[in-house]
């Protein structure tokens, strides 16, 4: 199943950062945080990834592009034909393809712009900027009882998003303002989707957190995983100063990988 990660947006709450680089490729412990999230997915099974990227799209690019000389010892020998050897090879099992989605592009149009690559088929979406423990499988497992079109993975942080009202069948029943002690859950991404979502998309300008997933609530579509566990993102300097600890101290809950 193809993991599609949105990847394009400016991130000016972090402009630090951002104005050089975009959002989801900020470091955290020296490596860009889309390579964290890469790899929650790929140590539970999930190998192929569809960036959507936008704002600075050529950085992503280029990263990829010589990924062995940013993650390997290298010789360059310029009097042998300018030859390079890599000494320690470092591989990832992943496919990546990565799509220019437009500069100015909303989330829902980058999601309706990579169908072609994602085709006919269920696929997971999740955003280029939080990190989790989440157990990736039970969330594609509880999707797939359901039954609905669907599911976002719903954790409980005293953060500055929009809530969800969740009913105790887990159905999605509206989105809301949180307020300033709001204890319901927000939406952390790591979603899993029915191919049938890209119909409610009608373009570059569609929001996917407004119309397409209110739709979806209306119609009683939307399901909310619970996650209890750890989850962040890395939308504010301190939030990345925070995860940049975490890393530093060998205590990141959401490096669920062996070295």
Known sequence: MKTVILAGGFGTRIAEESMFKPKPMIEIGGMPILWHIMKIYSSQGFDEFIICAGYKQHVIKEWFADY???????????????????????????????????????????????????????????????????????VLEFHRVHGRLLTLTAVNVGQRFGVLDINNKNEICTFREKSVSDGSRINAGYMVCQPEVFGYIKGDETVFEKEPLMKLAEQGQLMAYKHDGYWQCMDTKREKEKLDELWDSGRAPWKIWGN
Not at 94 to 123: A, C, H, S
Request: aromatic share 12%; net charge negative.
């Open 68 to 138: 062995y000389l940013y993650n390997c010892d290298v010789t360059f020998d310029f009097a042998n034909e300018n030859s390079m050897e890599v000494h320690s090879s470092v591989t990832e099992p992943w496919k990546v393809t990565l799509v220019d989605t437009g500069l100015n592009t909303m989330t829902g149009g980058r999601v309706k712009r990579i169908q072609k690559y994602v085709g006919d088929e269920p696929f997971m979406l999740t955003y280029g900027d939080g990190v989790s423990d989440v157990n990736i499988r039970k």
